[in-house]
T-cell receptor, first 111, second 114 residues
Framework: GENVEQHPSTLSVQEGDSAVIKCTYS??????FPWYKQELGKGPQLIID?????GEKKDQRIAVTLNKTAKHFSLHITETQPEDSAVYFC??????????FGTGTSLTVIP | NAGVTQTPKFRVLKTGQSMTLLCAQD?????MYWYRQDPGMGLRLIHY???????AKGEVPDGYNVSRLKKQNFLLGLESAAPSQTSVYFC?????????????FGPGTRLTVL
C-alpha cells in the first residue's frame, strides 16, 4: 500500500513568520492530496487539497505545492497567527476509497 | 445539521469485553469510514463503507467488525477488546468517492482498554 512520510513532527514559529510542512508518498498512482488541521479534542478538518493535475494551489494564507516527479507535496502557511497552532496531517489517496495519512506535525505559533 | 456525531465520547473497557461505537451523519453521504489515531502514527483506516449494506477492510481491520444497515449510521464493533485497541477512534463521511471529496470527521471516541 501507499506510505506517506511527514516532516517535521513538531514546528515552532514566531507569529508572522512562515511555516512549511513536507510530505512524501511512495505510490505514483496517488492523485489526491488533502491537508487536515486538527485542533485539540476535535476531529481533523480539511483546510486545502490538491489534485495530481495541478502543481500549486493557494487559499489566502495557505498554499500547497505538489511535485509528482519527486513524489512530495508541501503545506505553506504565511503570516502565521496563534490560531494556526494545531496538528496538521497530510494524506494521499489513489483516487479510490482509501486515504493514507502522514504522522502529523504539531505547529506552535509563538505570540 | 449536526454533521458527523459519535457515541460515546469516552469509554473504558476491561480486556475481553465487547462494545459498539456508533457513528451517525445527517449529510446524506454515501461513504463512511472508521479510523484509529495513535500517538506518532497518524490516522489509520480500519474499515469503510461505500454505501448502505456494504463494508470493506482498510489498513488495520483485525479485531474489529462493522455494519452499515442504514445509510446514515456506521457501527464499529470490538468483540473481545485488547489493550492494543486503546486509541482514539474517528468516524468520517464523504459524499462520493473519498479520493476526490472532502472527508468530514466526527469529534472522536477515546477508548481505553485495561
Amino acid at each position: 500500500g501507499e506510505n506517506v512520510e511527514q516532516h517535521p513532527s513538531t514546528l515552532s514559529v514566531q507569529e508572522g513568520d512562515s511555516a512549511v510542512i513536507k510530505c512524501t508518498y511512495s505510490d505514483s498512482a496517488s492523485n489526491y492530496f488533502p491537508w487536515y488541521k486538527q485542533e485539540l479534542g476535535k476531529g481533523p478538518q480539511l483546510i486545502i487539497d490538491i489534485r495530481s493535475n495541478v502543481g500549486e494551489k493557494k487559499d489566502q494564507r495557505i498554499a500547497v505545492t505538489l511535485n509528482k516527479t519527486a513524489k512530495h507535496f508541501s503545506l505553506h502557511i504565511t503570516e502565521t497567527q496563534p490560531e494556526d497552532s494545531a496538528v496538521y496531517f497530510c494524506a494521499a489517496s489513489i483516487g479510490g476509497n482509501q486515504f493514507y495519512f502522514g504522522t502529523g506535525t504539531s505547529l506552535t505559533v509563538i505570540p | 445539521n449536526a454533521g458527523v456525531t459519535q457515541t460515546p465520547k469516552f469509554r473504558v473497557l476491561k480486556t475481553g469485553q465487547s462494545m459498539t461505537l456508533l457513528c451517525a451523519q445527517d449529510m446524506n453521504h454515501e461513504y463512511m469510514y472508521w479510523y484509529r489515531q495513535d500517538p506518532g502514527m497518524g490516522l489509520r483506516l480500519i474499515h469503510y463503507s461505500v454505501g448502505e449494506g456494504t463494508t470493506a477492510k482498510g489498513e488495520v481491520p483485525d479485531g474489529y467488525n462493522v455494519s452499515r444497515l442504514k445509510k446514515q449510521n456506521f457501527l464499529l464493533g470490538l468483540e473481545s477488546a485488547a489493550p492494543s485497541q486503546t486509541s482514539v477512534y474517528f468516524c468520517a463521511s464523504s459524499p462520493l468517492a473519498g479520493g476526490w471529496n472532502e472527508q468530514f470527521f466526527g469529534p472522536g471516541t477515546r477508548l481505553t482498554v485495561l
